[in-house]
């Protein structure tokens, strides 16, 4: 079964900083790419950072500058460094996984951690 662990997600004041976490188990590929995605109720998810297996990242513009994400591809594990945190950094935060397996391309999702950044 395949699996996805969060951790580091939690409160923070305004200006702080946090550091995800995410090791994905159980699959029978190999990892191309891993993300950070983040959501609020009604809102679409959108991906905050990604990177790939060959160490390309990209970041959406809001968080250009304070978030760093780096990955373990060897321990199938990414991390998500983020500073400088605002308020309207709040959200779920998932972690999300494209795996090579089965003859095609895998998505695999996270349970989501809360990232709650006080004024």
């Known amino acids: 079964q395949v699996r996805l662990a969060e951790s580091g997600g939690g409160l923070v004041q305004a200006g702080g900083s946090l550091r995800l976490a995410c090791e994905v188990s159980?699959?029978?590929?190999?990892?191309?790419?891993m993300s950070w995605y983040r959501q609020n109720p009604g809102n679409q998810r959108e991906e905050v950072a990604r990177?790939?297996?060959?160490?390309?990242?990209r970041y959406v513009n809001s968080v250009k500058g304070r978030f760093t994400i780096s990955s373990d591809f060897a321990k199938s594990s990414v991390y998500l460094q983020m500073a400088a945190l605002k308020p309207e950094d709040t959200a779920v935060y998932y972690c999300y996984s494209m795996v090579a397996e089965f003859g095609g391309l895998q998505e695999y999702w996270g349970q989501g951690t809360q990232v709650t950044v006080a004024k």
């Open positions: 159980g699959i029978s590929g190999s990892i191309h790419a």
């Open positions: 990177i790939t297996e060959e160490g390309h990242t």
